[in-house]
């Protein structure tokens, strides 16, 4: 079964007509906190960044806290809900997955971003699978942080960071209107 189009999303106003290729995309994985996973897509919005959800999700789409945090960019954010990790994997098989945890050992900033790449993040209190971060050792990418009283980083700050640098190095510039010139009366 393909995963559900984000038709199906209509409370939140979503429609995958509005959605434009991005060189990158970014996955949540289990999310659980609403206001993390409206920033995030916010932020999707503002990058023109397809956003995945892997269920199960830690709220319900209609959450009032989820459409708060994501304003009214809802409809400007290109979203697929995956009703399990396997079902997202299999899904974007063929894909370069890029995975974001404390546990890795190459820096974010160091790495080479690929058109095509997906940045995958996972849940705010468990992360991603450790089975899933051993099978993919050499592409699981780490914030680095100097406070050693610091367990993570909030989600959606997180995101925003690999997101920006995934752009910067892949030299995307995010697509504006342009106003148009007054004409003379």
């Not at 409206?38 to 209609?62: D, I, K, M, Q, S």
């Not at 806290?65 to 997202?88: I, M, N, Q």
Request: charged fraction near 25%.
């Amino acid at each position: 079964m393909a995963p559900r189009d984000t038709t199906g999303l209509r409370g939140l106003g979503l429609s995958s007509a509005q959605a434009v290729r991005a060189p990158v995309e970014v996955a949540l994985v289990e999310p659980e906190i609403p206001p993390n996973t409206g920033n995030v897509a916010r932020t999707c919005a503002a990058a023109n960044t397809p956003l995945h959800l892997v269920e199960p999700l830690g709220f319900r789409l209609t959450d009032r806290h989820l459409k708060r945090a994501g304003l009214d960019y809802w409809p400007y954010v290109d979203v697929t809900v995956h009703r399990s990790l396997e079902h997202f994997l299999c899904h974007m098989e063929g894909r370069r997955l890029l995975f974001f945890s404390k546990k890795g050992c190459l820096d974010y900033d160091a790495f080479s971003y690929e058109p095509g790449d997906c940045l995958v993040f996972g849940s705010e209190t468990q992360g991603l699978p450790a089975w899933l971060l051993e099978a993919h050792a050499d592409r699981v990418l780490r914030i680095p942080m100097d406070s050693a009283h610091v367990r993570s980083l909030n989600l959606s700050t997180a995101v925003g960071i690999a997101l920006f640098e995934a752009r910067r190095q892949l030299k995307e510039q995010p697509s504006r209107i342009r106003p148009q010139a007054a004409r003379p009366l």
